[in-house]
T-cell receptor, first 113, second 114 residues
Framework: AQSVTQLDSHVSVSEGTPVLLRCNYS??????LFWYVQHPNKGLQLLLK??????LVKGINGFEAEFKKSETSFHLTKPSAHMSDAAEYFC???????????FGTGTKLQVIP | KAGVTQTPRYLIKTRGQQVTLSCSPI?????VSWYQQTPGQGLQFLFE???????NKGNFPGRFSGRQFSNSRSEMNVSTLELGDSALYLC?????????????FGSGTRLTVV
């Protein structure tokens, strides 16, 4: 079994300040973890993925995430928010060989000028 | 290379009608998954097809069905439409192991049932 919890449904930051979007997961097996971003009226775009290699994963647009097994977390961060980062972000977990992925409920990021 | 293409982008249907949505995956991708996205329920998995076979299925009624063709293109059909079927329907393709490679999503089909 697997599940994912995004701890904040909405996050608001000022432009130029750090971004932290929190994600906790549960998985019976070695998990793969992903972050996707969805801009309004668009499909989802893969930001980054963790698949048991380096625990600190760098993605597109300056985002990165750290896999912490002891905390079962995979939080998404960015040092400095840009207006174009305003979107909804989804954390996703899958278990090796399970062939299914589970999406979190999403976190809407608002960036204030 | 071309991305995932979904047609049509927008659709308005009347309750009780049926609708067919189309998805063309990235060339070489053999896995196609369908998701329903609504403000209230979020992203919900409908089904996944791999090499013309349904590999996984979500918890949707039998009114929702799909198929995949030999060129990996996929169609999703919803019969006897209900108002609650109004949603953004997203198609996602993968090389075959979405649990490792992740998905590439299309821009979706916005279905409105009136």
């Amino acid at each position: 079994a697997q599940s994912v919890t995004q701890l904040d449904s909405h996050v608001s930051v000022s432009e130029g300040t750090p971004v932290l979007l929190r994600c906790n997961y549960s998985s019976s097996y070695s998990p793969s973890l992903f972050w996707y971003v969805q801009h309004p009226n668009k499909g989802l775009q893969l930001l980054l993925k963790y698949t048991s290699a380096a625990t600190l994963v760098k993605g597109i647009n300056g985002f990165e995430a750290e896999f912490k097994k002891s905390e079962t977390s995979f939080h998404l961060t960015k040092p400095s928010a840009h207006m174009s980062d305003a979107a909804e972000y989804f954390c996703v977990v899958s278990s090796w060989g399970y062939q299914k992925v589970t999406f979190g409920t999403g976190t809407k990021l608002q960036v204030i000028p | 290379k071309a991305g995932v293409t979904q047609t049509p982008r927008y659709l308005i249907k009347t309750r009780g009608q049926q609708v067919t949505l189309s998805c063309s995956p990235i060339s070489g991708h053999r896995s196609v998954s369908w998701y329903q996205q609504t403000p209230g329920q979020g992203l919900q998995f409908l089904f996944e097809y791999f090499s013309e076979t349904q590999r996984n299925k979500g918890n949707f009624p039998g009114r929702f069905s799909g198929r995949q063709f030999s060129n990996s293109r996929s169609e999703m059909n919803v019969s006897t439409l209900e108002l609650g079927d109004s949603a953004l329907y997203l198609c996602a393709s993968s090389g075959g192991t979405p649990d490792v490679d992740g998905y590439t999503f299309g821009s979706g089909t916005r279905l409105t049932v009136v």
